[in-house]
């Protein structure tokens, strides 16, 4: 069994930063691509970030490129999403998910993602 715990959101301001950590536990960790979702109010949960389960691969949704970086810590088990230049289209329930299988290329379907955090909520005011 996997658990996931997500830390670090709140209000901010426009233009302002949060960190957003994601804490795992149960089985290996080292060798699953790992992701931050989103899902504002009445719209669908989407992709944010990705990192690859070697560290070595990460990717972002365009909407958060060059903004936002994420990172993993393979022997502390967390991941963690730096968010930058936040902006009032970023508020959201912010989820950490883990792929259901090892060893794989990174994909950004939710389908794939069968570990999740219970959210984290990031308000950005304008």
């Known amino acids: 069994q996997v658990q996931l715990v997500e830390s670090g959101g709140g209000l901010v301001q426009a233009g302002g930063s949060l960190r957003l950590s994601c804490a795992a536990s149960?089985?290996?960790?080292?060798?699953?691509?790992m992701a931050w979702f989103r899902q504002a109010p009445g719209k669908e949960r989407e992709f944010v970030a990705g990192i690859s389960w070697s560290g070595d691969s990460t990717y972002y949704a365009d909407s958060v490129k060059g903004r936002f970086t994420i990172s993993r810590d393979n022997a502390k088990k967390t991941v963690s999403l730096q968010m930058f230049s936040l902006k009032s289209e970023d508020t959201a329930v912010y989820y950490c998910a883990q792929d259901s299988f090892s060893l794989v290329n990174m994909v950004v379907s939710t389908r794939r993602y069968g570990y999740w955090g219970q959210g984290t909520q990031v308000t950005v005011s304008s």
């Open positions: 149960g089985r290996s960790f080292s060798g699953y691509n």
